[in-house]
């Protein structure tokens, strides 16, 4: 029974989650065909009454907020209202590689990392890459008692409850596992009952799934686990996390003991040795795939004996020890209905194709990048010639389209026997479409050639620069503010009453001060916004008044300064008073603060002028001291191995090392908490040198800094 015009304080419970799942269905249908483009079936004021009521019931009755709610739709991750788990090992996502030259490349970086030749005696497993979610089961004492979702690596969400109901994943282990022990693999569901699932629900006239891998997501983040349990998710088990004794020590026994502890596995990983057998068993496999009942998106390559991965270790996000070798891209035909032209945070310019829809591999694609002007043009980054014969790509042109993985769609080549006769040559602006300001391309200083990049001079002034800059601000690697996504940041930028106004970052820390005026400018007031979500809103800012130095760093939008450069200087400078102190100072290119800047392992000198540029420009300066007085950054935390002997020491290697790679020694010292130089100054606590050393070496006597060769290493680090 339809409960519309019951008011919100008159429904029952029952009622309330009954008219909540409906609500549900009625906006993500509204919002399909509102961004579908088709036309939409209700207004703007209609669809904004549902979203009140939604966030009404949902305001009386908060224990019935679904996970798939509209409130939580814009920007807010449905997360929220499962538990977060912390990992006890970060969950990593592995590296993609596309062609056997890649895979070649892989495995020779494994051997010369490991200052080995390339012999075919490393093993490797292959095994399919499952197209499922990745999954941590922890046991303790033999029983199951928590799963976690991936989530960003280092928190996931707490699915105990949901997957508990699969069936296909023990309760309990065997009396000889270990005390603790965190299998991880792929939660997936197969293509047979994703199948089945669909006709069942376009037979009750319900919305269907996309694909299993987003069918299988929902399924588990279901609040009511019976909900899980009918959905026949299964499960494969492929890797591990925190564990107390290691039953093996290879990749292919550790696989073999989870399915003697009665975990599903998956039958066709190998272990091999030849890049040949390798690649056969590649093709293989994609010979298969049509035929297996669960989605696979490549093969996983891993490097069999445990102690080889342990000397590989990682990147910041992904083992060297592993790679995924995706299948090629899926492709089809469609048409370039226009190009639009995008402005991002560093003013880039970047030309986007609308594309008449078209399902690519199970997804529907309508927009496809177009890089730059050249790529538009037929030319790629190093002035060669791109797709079939170089042609260009112009409104009106059939393009064959491919996407590959989770990546952009891209568009392969043109079809010209199909390029309508008034089709023009795409003039790409001169001009900042957002701001009006020039748009140019840079010289490269060091090669002279132009940049492929167009970029808009205007700064500050271009709006849009401004927006993806606090965009960028919010990011999840950045102060990750949960409910501030793209839309509420547009909206924020756009307010122009000062109580909602947000132009610059340091806007968001005072927005709930700036509350109390008078209700029309009240937050919870104004459409989209709602009582509850705003709390949340201000409880996300202010979560985030306290944050790590590196995200900090990451957060101010340097150009060329990522994550992984922000946590080397986080890990450098310490704290932020004495990164900014150092970027002033290094201002002035024969200070001591330029050096030792240029001398952190991983800071090229491009890098290094871009952070000093930032810390030249005035405004720059205000806003972050504005920011400061809002949030307080935490000092970097300590290394990773406090108790090792050369935590926090600066080291540098140098001449011929012969019991270890120049990669593998310094993988080595960080994992050790030491910091790695490239060159020798008086902040320099121990050289390393190998046979054959020179100028550094002298150097470091002539500074009195400790040296010792590869033996004295070994000894001080205990290894
Ligand atoms: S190994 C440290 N093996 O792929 C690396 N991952 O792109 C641990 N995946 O998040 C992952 N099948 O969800 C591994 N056979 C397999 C896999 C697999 C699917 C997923 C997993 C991971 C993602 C990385």
């Known amino acids: 029974m339809s409960t519309e015009s019951v008011a919100v304080e008159d429904l029952t419970l029952e009622d309330a989650a009954a008219e909540l799942e409906r609500l549900a ?23 904004d009454a549902l979203k009140r009521r939604n966030e009404e019931i949902e305001a009386r009755f908060p224990e019935l907020i679904r996970a798939d709610s509209p409130s939580r739709k814009v920007g807010a991750a449905p997360s929220a209202i499962f538990q977060q788990i912390t990992h006890a090992r970060p969950m990593l ?104 699932l669909n006709e069942q629900m376009a037979a009750e006239g319900k919305q269907t799934y996309v694909n299993p891998r987003n069918t299988a997501a929902g399924s588990l983040r279901q609040l009511d686990p019976t909900i899980t349990a009918s959905r026949k998710l299964k499960f494969f088990a492929y890797a591990w996390g925190e564990i107390s004794e290691m039953p093996a020590d290879t990749q292919f026994g550790m696989v073999e003991v989870f399915k003697s502890w009665g975990f599903p596995v998956n039958p066709l990983m190998q272990r091999l040795s030849s890049i040949e057998a390798i690649l056969e068993h590649y093709n293989d496999i994609g ?26 270790g990682f990147r910041s996000r992904s083992p060297r020890w592993a790679t995924a070798h995706k299948f090629p891209a899926e492709q089809a035909f469609t048409t370039v209905e226009n190009i639009d032209i995008q402005v991002g945070r560093t003013g880039a310019l970047t030309p986007v194709a609308r594309l008449t829809p078209v399902t690519v591999g199970g997804v529907v694609v309508t927009n496809a990048t177009l890089h730059n002007a050249d790529y538009i043009e037929g030319i790629g980054n190093s002035g060669e010639r791109i797709r079939e014969e170089g042609h260009d790509i112009r409104i009106g ?15 392969l080549d043109v079809v010209m ?5 008034t089709a023009e040559r795409y003039q790409f602006p001169k001009i900042c479409p957002v701001c009006g300001s020039h748009a140019v391309r840079e010289r490269n200083e060091k090669t002279g050639k132009l940049d492929s990049v167009t970029r808009c001079t205007g700064g500050f002034v ?6 993806e800059h606090l965009k960028h601000f919010v990011s999840r690697n950045a102060f990750d503010i949960e409910g501030l996504g793209s839309k509420q940041i547009d909206f924020f930028f756009e307010a122009e009453d000062p109580a909602l106004s947000i132009k610059t970052a340091p806007d968001i820390f005072t927005l709930e001060k700036r509350q109390s005026g008078s209700p029309l400018t009240k937050l919870e007031n104004i459409d989209g916004f709602g009582k509850v979500s705003v709390r949340k809103l201000y409880d996300a800012i202010n979560d985030r008044r306290q944050v790590a130095l590196h995200r900090l760093i990451y957060a101010l939008g340097i150009r060329h300064v990522g994550e992984t ?27 001591e603060a330029w050096s030792d800047l240029n001398t952190i392992d991983g800071i090229g000198e491009v890098v290094a002028r871009a ?38 020491k600066t080291v540098v290697f140098t001449g011929s090392l012969e019991k270890m790679t120049r990669d593998e020694a310094k993988a080595m010292a960080e994992r050790l908490g030491a910091k790695v130089a490239g060159s020798v100054s008086k902040k320099t606590d121990l050289l390393v040198a190998g046979p054959g050393a020179g100028s550094k070496l002298e150097k470091a006597r002539e500074l009195g800094v400790e040296t010792t060769d590869e033996d004295g290493w070994f000894v001080l680090i205990g290894g």
């Open 417 to 421: 026997e199909k390029r309508p006769a």
């Open 397 to 411: 042109d059939t393009v064959i389209v491919q996407r590959a993985g989770d990546v952009i769609p891209q568009v």
């Open 565 to 591: 450069t922000a946590k080397l200087l986080a890990r450098s400078y310490g704290s932020y008073a004495a990164f900014s102190e150092a970027m002033k100072a290094a201002a002035d290119t024969t200070s």
């Open 287 to 312: 010979l298969k795939r049509p035929d297996l009942d669960y989605d696979i998106d490549g093969v996983v390559y891993k490097v069999d004996r445990l102690d080889l991965q342990q000397r590989l």
């Open 93 to 196: 996502s592995l590296d993609n590689v596309f062609s056997d030259d890649d895979v070649r490349d892989f495995i020779s970086s494994v051997y010369r990392f490991l200052g080995l030749l390339p012999d075919n005696s490393i093993a490797f497993t292959a095994e399919p890459k499952i197209d499922g979610l990745s999954m941590s089961l922890r046991y303790e004492s033999g029983r199951l008692v928590s799963a976690a979702t991936r989530g960003d690596g280092t928190t996931g969400e707490n699915v105990t409850a949901n997957i508990r109901t699969i069936k296909e994943i023990p309760q309990t282990l065997p009396s000889d596992a270990p005390a603790v022990v965190e299998v991880r693999g792929e939660v997936y569901m197969a293509k047979g009952d994703f199948l089945a």
């Open 462 to 467: 271009c709006r849009a620069q401004a927006v």
């Open 611 to 648: 952070i000093v540029e930032f810390y030249k420009e005035p405004r720059n300066i205000d806003v972050v001291s504005r920011l400061l007085e809002q949030v307080t950054p935490l000092d970097a935390e300590a290394p990773v191995s406090s108790s090792s002997p050369v935590a926090g």
């Open 25 to 47: 269905k009625a906006l993500a249908h509204h919002d399909a065909l509102y961004h579908g483009k088709d036309a939409p079936e209700i207004s703007d004021a209609d669809y």
